[in-house]
């Protein structure tokens, strides 16, 4: 997506909330190094990828995958498979949680109005009703355990919306926020 928006715009945002980025988030800095150099995407012909002759279609580029192992190396990372199954927990965990945060924080009036944004802006599953319509489904116990578990790697980025955690101890759901008086 970076590719194709133009990696330079998330730069220049990125600088502009340097000064001000909270110290204990984790920040990458691999989209960093390749603006650095001046690989915005398919407008300069390179970025995460490679676009030959004006190509449409990426190719990879081996000194990117050298940019992130150097990164890796930086952080003590090492690298770990994970199961299609674990790459959706984890996606969903994250999309709920910011969506919690945006209902409580009064951005969205309801978890409702997350639900048709996702739906109609974003291409969410209509079977699955919503980001916040799947919580309820799934269980909002569940997402907070999830949240909980992946916090023991990075408690500041998993760090659970006090929505969410009301809701579950009260034994309530997000639909029970989209009904009025």
Known sequence: MADLAGG???WATRKRKAATRD???????????LCERGWFG??????????PE????????PEVLAIIEAERKRVGLTPRAFTNQQIVRRYMAAM????????HAGIALRPLDVDVTFLSGYG????????????????LANV????????????????????LVDLVLRESDFASLNRTA
Do not use: C, H
């Open 42 to 51: 398919q407008k300069t012909g390179r970025g995460y990828y490679l676009y």
């Open 8 to 10: 330079d715009i998330g």
């Open 23 to 33: 110290p204990r988030e984790r920040y990458v800095q691999i989209a960093d190094r």
């Open 144 to 163: 907070l355990s999830s949240l909980r578990e992946f916090a023991e790697q990075d408690a500041f980025f998993w760090q659970p919306s006090p929505l």
């Open 54 to 61: 004006g190509a449409r279609i990426g190719q990879p580029d």
């Open 124 to 139: 969410f599953p209509r079977y699955r009703g919503g980001p916040m319509k799947y919580a309820d489904l799934i269980g």
């Open 96 to 103: 709920i949680n910011e969506g919690a945060n945006v209902v």
